[in-house]
């Protein structure tokens, strides 16, 4: 009895964690991040209460930024169940996941939304490759993106297909809050990825035509109300103290969907793009009496940082068999670090295209000859005006020039110097289009599983 009593009290001491993450919410599509027309009261209030960073990346697009958020590494470093040329990847099972490392040391965890790391197709995917096969307990989500459809299932089985995309955000968060609710008394990490304002947009009728913002603004008006409801639970229930709650997107707005996308001003670019608008997103973390409100920090930090993080703080072993990329920022959370210098690497697809450490960013000349997507579909994803192709390597100074706009290569050769060292570091290390680097996991190749016949459980 005193050993359950005791292990019931530790385990009650162990923080739990939520992250939200929204698709293709651009970098400034918050109140708190300077949106003009959007309100968001709730998320607003949180980074009042918590720490809103300035400089957080996330990836270009959807696939490689779940897979760098659950495993802290860089794409090319992943290792995957498929040959690599899509670029939404299969990930591998011998990847570990925050949930795989959260798991030995007692957490109940759940993935609850889109998925998208088990095959880019809602029809076409590797079962074996779902969220129930990479630490969740419990799953309730859409295997990938809702450009035509979504299908939703319940760990293994299937609930609903073409599910209604406008109940979708409401639903998701109910599913959070029953969550919630069976394991006050556990430790427990919750994944919650949004669908939404990935388009095909959607919104209930309770938000339609409500936002100054336009039927965008009405789609993330509707998210705002319901972390709302998420962080209310979590006072309801006495969690609210003992709970790390983060909001970031996955990747810059998709520009192609006009104004139907979202924004990234003053940023440059868009998803799809190594400019800052297609990487930096919004982060907001908070966790009462942990982090301090108020606060904002600018420091280089992106979510390959988050499950050494969160590793550290819940007391949990980090693998030991392979490189991770990220880096535990938790004293930066926790107001205890105020510098870090650290290079961030820029991948679009396979192609390694920039690295920034501090207030400098450089971009690599491009390959006009590539027959990579990166140039044969993305381009078309941002304006003109930004489709550029760099015949030497460009430098911005991102603290006098976030929209980089002023090339300052020439003045500066030193600095080149030093990152093009970062870059060719990157190149062997992590790799570079089809050359994958020395420590990066192998490529898979198992069998690509089919389930065309899907069928609800009755």
Known sequence: MLCLITNTILNAQKPNFIIIFTDDQ????????????????????????????????????????????????????????????APHPKLSLSEITIAEVLKPIGYQTGMI?????????????????????????????????NDAKVHLLRNKDVVELNADMSTLTERYTDEALGFIERNTEKSFFLYLAHTMPHTLLAVSDKFKGKSEGGFYGDV???????????????????LDENTYVIFASDNGPWWIRGENAGHSVPLRGAKTSAWEGGLRVPFIIRAPGKVA?????DLVTATIDLLPTIAKIAGA????DRVLDGLDISAVFHGTLKELERPYFYYQHKELRAVRMGKWKLHLPHDPNSKSIAFRKWPI??????????????????????????????????????????????????????????????????????????????
Request: proline fraction near 6%.
């Open 220 to 238: 993330i008006e509707e998210i705002d109300d319901n972390v709302g409801r998420i962080l209310k639970k979590l006072k309801e229930t006495g």
């Open 293 to 297: 409100a108020g606060k904002t920090s």
């Open 381 to 458: 994803h941002i304006a003109s005006k930004d489709r550029v192709l760099f015949s030497k390597m460009m430098l911005y100074n991102l603290d006098d020039d976030i929209g980089e706009t002023h090339d300052v290569s020439d003045k500066y050769p030193e600095i080149v110097e030093q990152l093009s060292k970062q870059l060719e570091w990157a190149k062997k290390d992590i790799g570079d289009e089809n050359k994958r680097g020395i420590n990066a996991r192998p490529l898979g190749n198992e069998p690509y599983f089919t389930t065309n016949n899907l069928i609800p459980s009755k």
């Open 113 to 145: 939304g889109k998925w998208d790391l088990a095959g880019h197709h809602h029809e076409k995917f590797n079962p074996d490759l779902l969220p129930f096969h990479q630490g969740f307990d419990y799953s309730f989500f859409t295997p990938t993106s």
């Open 317 to 320: 072993e980090m693998p030991t």
């Open 26 to 85: 651009g970098y400034s599509d918050l109140g708190c991040f300077g949106s003009p027309d959007i309100k968001m009261p709730n998320i607003d209030k949180m980074a009042a209460e918590g720490m809103k960073f300035t400089s957080f990346y996330a990836q270009t697009v959807c696939g490689p930024s779940r897979a760098v958020l659950l495993t802290g590494s860089y794409p090319l470093r992943n290792a995957r169940n498929d040959n690599g040329n």
